[in-house]
């Protein structure tokens, strides 16, 4: 089978033992660094990829794309999330009351943000009753003051379904015996879990309910959720969506709320990925130093070659493809255990929390409780292609060093 000569000696050269054993491990060095390099590049982006993935399913699940308040309560809600629902880019709608204040239970406070809702309406622009531990949504009923609470509040004070909860509003109401707080109590309908920071700081009851806490009349609401085909065009949508009404309204999006995480998200994807392509440049550029140390190594070759006619392009090609042949299989080898490893990491680091009995990534600091991981074959070839072509590039110089041997000066003492 014909070969060209470049490729055929650079072949050999590859598999060939040479003299110098210590050519053989830098050579050996480099490819193991191109490997260790492309493999925890798409390790790193994977599981940047996985946050950037969560955040968008789990967290802009549960909080509202945007929504439209009004500076007044909103007496005929039907009406506005019908109109608002013509928009091209809203997929649904839902109303909605907001409460702030703390839970109490046996002596334990916790900061609690209450959104009263329509349980029949918040499935079309939330996730949380795919995410229901305990009870459902519909056990919230208007008038019977139910609630429905996260897995970590729920843990922390130790309350199950049918258990009492005492909501305490920032409210001070004045009796002949003098200024109290505003109470009142809830009984826990059900549990929810979304592996996120929402567990511990969301809880959820009727809307009726939330009305009557907020002394207006049935029926009204404070402002109406939008659930967005696409999430990302939040701002520009709820601007469109307040302009085309007549009443009172301003809007709110998701980018002012958890915008800054998504962008933190986004930014530690960029910086971590240039960081780390300098381990794949450094372990790429190790190509010049074995290959200056393989031409010094094979100056009477070179003389030979160059003897018997070849060119100072063939010369130049031999080395060329020796160079390549380290960065194409370091790369390879990479490409294949990063793979692996992106799509096994989250079993691998659960069984590693099980197995230590600890748990890496908490819910009470961090956003998810678990190491999410997301392969994009984009950025597969993105990693594998700036491996080759630094590889690449790193074997031009010491090439162009053994096409420029003369070979009298070769084997002058040989």
């Known amino acids: 089978m014909f070969r060209p000569l470049p490729f055929f000696i650079g072949l050999r050269y590859t598999r060939a033992k040479r003299r110098n054993h210590f050519i053989s491990f830098i050579s050996l060095i480099s490819m193991l660094g191109l490997t260790l390099g492309v493999l925890v590049m798409i390790l790193v982006l994977s599981v940047m990829n996985g946050f950037d993935r969560e955040l968008r399913t789990r967290i802009l699940g549960m909080v509202p794309h945007a929504t439209i308040n009004g500076y007044q309560p909103i007496e005929d809600w039907r009406s506005l999330a019908s109109k608002l629902e013509e928009h091209p880019q809203v997929e649904s709608a839902a109303p909605f009351i907001q409460l702030q204040g703390m839970l109490t239970h046996d002596g334990g406070v916790a900061p609690v943000l209450v959104s009263g809702i329509i349980p029949e309406a918040e499935q079309r622009v939330s996730i949380i009753g795919e995410h229901m531990e305990e009870g459902t949504l519909e056990d919230l009923a208007d008038g019977e003051f139910g609630i429905v609470i996260g897995e970590l509040t729920a843990n922390r004070f130790g309350v199950r379904p049918g258990d009492k909860l005492t909501f305490v509003l920032p409210e001070a109401s004045v009796t002949p015996a003098g200024v109290f707080p505003r109470l009142k109590r809830f009984e826990v309908k059900g549990i929810f879990k979304v592996g996120a920071e929402l567990d511990g700081s969301l809880a959820i009851i009727h809307a009726g309910d939330a009305a009557r806490l907020s002394r207006w009349p049935s ?81 009477a070759d070179i003389a030979i070659l160059r003897t018997l006619g070849a060119s100072p392009g063939t010369i130049m090609g031999i080395f060329m493809v020796q160079g390549s042949v380290i960065g194409v299989v370091g790369t390879l080898v990479g490409g294949i255990l990063g793979v692996l490893a992106a799509l096994n990491v989250s079993a691998l680091v659960a069984g590693l929390e099980k197995l230590l009995g600890m748990q890496f990534l908490s819910s009470d600091v961090y956003f998810i409780s678990y190491l999410p991981s997301q392969l994009i074959w984009s950025d597969v070839v993105l990693i594998c292609s700036a491996a080759l072509g630094m590889s690449f590039l790193a074997t031009l110089y010491p090439a162009w060093r053994a096409s420029r041997t003369e070979p009298a000066e070769a084997l002058r003492y040989d």
């Open 219 to 299: 029926g009204q609401m404070e402002g109406v959720r939008v659930k967005l085909h696409d999430l990302f065009q939040a701002p520009t949508v709820s601007w469109e969506l307040v302009s085309g009404l007549s009443g009172d309204y301003y809007a709110q999006d998701w980018t002012r709320s958890h915008g800054n995480l998504f962008a933190a998200i986004r930014m530690e994807k960029t910086m971590i990925g240039l960081l780390l392509l300098l381990i794949v440049a450094v372990a790429a550029f190790n190509i010049i130093s074995t290959l200056v140390m393989v031409v010094t190594d094979k100056k």
